[in-house]
């Protein structure tokens, strides 16, 4: 049996926010949390080594975040590795729930990478209910994570509570973004339901003496003083709405183009205004390209992202790196972001924010035939993996990959191809 006073054990307990709004009475709910997990924690494993001074970290942050550089949760448990690094000792972290130290795959990959070989890490999440304790492998976790290994995580051979966590960060990253995206919605409506209007919210304000009108922008402004305060040139006046003008070519335009509200003619044009900042996007138009039999959807039908997508190799030369110029969806090993983006470019800043993963940039103006061949040769790939599955090779065939070589002789076949169209259109010519 194995001994568990040698290891270095630290419990951790996290909110993803304050109890009414005060950090400290949080943080004691927490603390309270962990002494009932510690005592049932001991009552299962033994008594703790009595030379150490098993500490509590509770701290308050999204799961779907990074750690904060300076914060406590990343200091305390970096502190516990190096200790764990230095004395040669395994280190044990003790997690209320599946979503207690965090769900942030990168945050938990760059956290734990450093120290996995060379110090044994393990996580025992105090979880379900009745609660239990399920004991969870970090450098396997990290391994999965980073992209190392291979493979859909239900067919990796991989310890069962180390498959369960992995399965579950990526299913609560997933549910937690919807759900932040659905409260920003949810916000943006009823947010101000409670609050009284400012009448007198306009920052453009009449100068004319005795005057208080104030105005949202100065296209009211100047009706406000054409109708209120007419200039002594404007000999020219609208016959509906008694708006002053100092040209009567203006004054007509004004007229006959309906443009005055007070004509009888008068009929509203459609106006289109942009979205409120923070709203959800309209759907983006989908192209009904299919495959040439029908078969499976093609790529930009693909509505989820989804696990079957053949992930992108970090660890390749930069000049190597295969991520399609039209590409929608995030590829890196561990990434959960579940929908597609609205453009590449979008897709481009999510790999280098967060994953801090570049890949060669695509040259402006229209591509050549090979790489244009290259490009919807790739997506096409992409498209039969998701659909039936990557390790079906007999049906998806194998991936385009990013090569110098074959590059190299796929625009020299091109050219060939473009000086045999020039000859034959001057020997065309010429007989």
Known sequence: ME?????????????????????????????????????????????????????????????????????????TIQAVLNRGRETKRPVM??????????????????????YVNEVRIM??????????????????????????????????????????????????SAIKMMMALDFQVLRSETANRNRIPDTNVGKWVCNEPGCDYRAENTKQLCGHKHKSHPDGNAKFVCPHCKFSFTREDHMKRHVNEATCKENPNHVDKPVTKRAPRNSRPAPARLEKAVSSDGSYPSYHEIQQNTQRFPRVNHAA?????????????????????????????????HYETIHKFQ?????????????????EDGLDYLARCAHFGCDRVDL????PM???????????SVKKEDSADKTDIRSFFKA
């Open 317 to 349: 030369p930069f000049d190597e790196r295969t991520v399609y110029k039209d590409e929608l969806f995030c590829r890196f090993p561990g990434c959960v972001h579940p929908t597609r983006f609205s453009c590449p470019a979008k897709l481009r800043t």
């Open 123 to 172: 996580m025992r999440m105090f979880v379900d209910n009745p609660r239990i304790f399920r004991q969870v492998s970090v450098k396997h976790a990290v391994e999965v994570l980073r992209g190392e290994v291979e493979g859909e995580l239900e067919d990796l051979e991989l310890p069962y509570h180390t498959k369960e966590i992995l399965a579950k960060i990526q299913a609560i």
């Open 3 to 75: 001994d568990e006073q040698q290891y270095i054990v630290l419990f951790i307990a996290r909110a993803s926010s304050t109890q009414g709004g005060a950090r400290a009475e949080t943080k004691e709910i927490l603390s309270k949390s962990l002494e009932y997990t510690r005592d049932a924690y001991v009552h299962h494993y033994g008594p703790l080594n009595p030379v150490d001074q098993v500490p509590f970290l509770t701290f308050v942050q999204s799961s779907n975040k990074a750690f904060r550089p300076d914060g406590d949760a990343l200091r």
């Open 359 to 375: 890949y060669p940039s695509q040259a402006p103006g229209l591509p050549n035939k090979a790489k244009r061949r290259w490009e």
């Open 402 to 412: 990013r090569s110098r070589k074959r590059v190299a002789n796929e625009e020299n």
């Open 396 to 399: 998806v065939g194998e991936q």
């Open 93 to 114: 972290l003790v997690v209320n729930g599946w979503d207690g130290l965090s769900t942030n795959s990168v945050a938990i990959s760059n956290l734990f990478a450093p």
